[in-house]
């Protein structure tokens, strides 16, 4: 089992439309988490941090379950600008994991 | 915010060639510099950790001889790809925290493509 597990998508959507992303990660001492953007042949930048509580910017929101040890991104009213990879990464251990990634292309 | 910068941003070498690649820290301190290396499609494979004033702690399976990490100043990793061959060909990225915590968010350089013909 990857430590970190992620749908590669593509996810499809039209323009406006609503999507989320999961991502799943095996060790249950992981301390924080993340998730990060990365356009083709750039890259990762940072698009928001993952708290317990969950965590709301703009039309981004992220969830964290420790519980079942899951993290989710909702993306509302998704514009073509939206369209990248979106990377799951979780601390743990020292070091960072990236998920493999989700694709996203939003369609006009 | 913080910037990490990277140099060269592309190069291309023979076979058999090494080649260094700068990873610089522009208005932070770090004390920890991460390594990756990513190939097509795929995510961001952690090669090591670069530890200012220490060695730096690889992962499994990347030979600390051909990946050779100077964590020189606080500012400042390199990486040397040593006697690189085509399979060393990929996108090189760097990352730091820019907190002293280790777990704090990172940021990353531009990264540099490596083409070994």
């Keep these: 089992r990857k430590e970190v597990e992620q749908d590669p998508g593509p996810f499809n959507v039209p323009e406006g439309a609503t999507v989320a992303f999961n991502c799943t990660y095996s060790n249950s001492a992981s301390q924080s988490f993340f998730w990060y953007r990365q356009d083709c042949r750039k890259e990762p930048k940072l698009l928001m941090s993952v708290y317990s509580s969950g965590n709301e910017d703009g039309r981004f929101t992220a969830q964290l379950n420790r519980a079942s040890q899951y993290i989710s991104l909702l993306i509302r009213d998704s514009k073509l600008s939206d369209s990248a990879t979106y990377l799951c990464v979780v601390y743990g251990t020292y070091k960072y994991i990236f998920g493999t990634g989700t694709r996203l292309k939003v369609l006009a | ?117």
């Design chain 2, 1 to 117: 915010g913080a910037v990490v910068s990277q140099h060269p941003s592309r190069v291309i070498c023979k076979s058999g060639t090494s080649v260094k690649i700068e990873c610089r820290s522009l208005d932070f301190q770090a004390t920890t510099m991460f390594w990756y290396r990513q190939f097509p499609k795929q995510s961001l494979m952690l090669m090591a950790t670069s530890n200012e004033g220490s060695k730096a702690t690889y992962e499994q399976g990347v030979e600390k001889d051909k990946f050779l990490i100077n964590h020189a100043s606080l500012t400042l990793s390199t990486l040397t790809v040593t006697s690189a061959h085509p399979e060393d060909s990929s996108f090189y990225i760097c990352s730091a925290p820019t907190s002293g915590a280790i777990d704090e968010t990172q940021y990353f350089g531009p990264g540099t493509r490596l083409l070994v013909l």
